[in-house]
């Protein structure tokens, strides 16, 4: 089998660093992963390649091993070995006008031309290399994501909620005050490894539903309320709705239409953060009185003359 370029198998430069080898790796893995490629046999032998790639560019000593020998990575120390034979035999015998019976010794034994098959069986599924009896290599599972859809009551407090991945039930506790867009990490609870490896991991995004209600800003939560001319102009109590239930709200006399007032502690958790919250502003509406009586009509132009 001819040379194997890993770098151009992972689509990486020879400059690469470990995180950029991390990364093209994983990103191809998914693709390439038996797990949503059943049946295709071109998938299932690119991630094969690509597991072979990974094992020898992500570990510094192979890595290095392969950069300096090339396509005899792995037997590295005996084709130095054979080198230095090689320029051994050519320093005594430089009448013969090559390098002698040591090379073509070495030359017709595992590096041959034909032989390169047996240099990617070592590689593939098998470590330290050598032609037989290596242990299979373990593979890490595929990662897999899910998305959670919530309301804003829902991470009003800290609960613990059933999920359905791939057939599997799984027991979360969601803290309160979590994030729209957020996305936490479940260890060893993504797809099956291959041969014994571990899991992989499992993402989940937490999609956090508009309420009617409310809107939110980080912890602080938004709403309009509607209140009467009259409790505007002479002040009163009335009653505001919260995420968690209804207050009483004191109404300062002669308010006007949009003026704000915060509930203190009123609003969502803050994320991981016990005995700690946003705040609720209430942003005043007032309503102009309709289908006045005759009475009514004359009490409001009196008032218009008082004020003239």
Do not use: C
Not at 110 to 129: A, P, V
Not at 239 to 247: F, I, N, R, S, W
Not at 266 to 275: D, M, R
């Amino acid at each position: 089998m001819a040379f194997i370029d890993y770098y151009q198998t992972l689509g990486v430069a020879k400059t690469a660093t470990e995180k950029d080898i991390k990364a093209a790796y994983r990103k191809l893995a998914r693709k390439y992963h038996p797990d949503l490629n059943p049946n295709d046999t071109e998938a299932h032998k690119k991630f094969q390649q690509l597991n072979e790639a990974n094992e020898v560019l992500s570990d510094p000593e192979k890595r290095k091993k392969y950069d300096q020998y090339g396509e005899h990575w792995q037997h590295g120390e005996e084709y130095e070995r054979a080198q230095q034979q090689a320029r051994q035999q050519q320093g005594r015998q430089q009448s013969y006008g090559g390098f002698g019976g040591g090379f073509e010794n070495f030359g017709a034994g595992n590096f041959g031309g034909d032989d390169f098959s047996d240099f990617f069986q070592s590689m593939f599924g098998q470590r330290g290399g050598g032609g037989g009896g290596g242990r299979q290599t373990k593979y890490r599972g595929q990662d897999l994501n899910a998305e959670l859809q919530l309301n804003l009551t829902d991470i009003a407090e800290t609960r613990k909620q059933t999920i359905t991945v791939n057939g599997k039930q799984l027991r979360l506790t969601i803290p309160a005050g979590i994030e729209n867009g957020q996305t936490i990490k479940i260890a060893g609870q993504g797809g099956p490894g291959t041969n014994n490896g571990p899991a992989g991991d499992l993402y989940i995004k937490f999609s956090i539903a508009d309420d009617p209600r409310f809107k939110r800003k980080g912890n602080d939560l938004y709403n309009t309320i509607k209140l009467d001319l009259y409790t505007a102009i002479l002040g009163g109590e009335i009653t505001a709705e919260t995420l968690t239930g209804k207050v009483k709200v004191k109404v300062a006399p002669e308010t006007q239409n949009g003026a704000k007032v915060k509930l203190k502690g009123k609003g969502l958790p803050v994320y991981k953060k016990e005995n700690e919250f946003g705040d609720l502003y209430l942003t005043y509406d007032i309503q102009i009185p309709t289908k006045l009586t005759d009475q009514q009509k004359k009490l409001f132009e009196q008032l218009a003359n008082l004020k003239n």
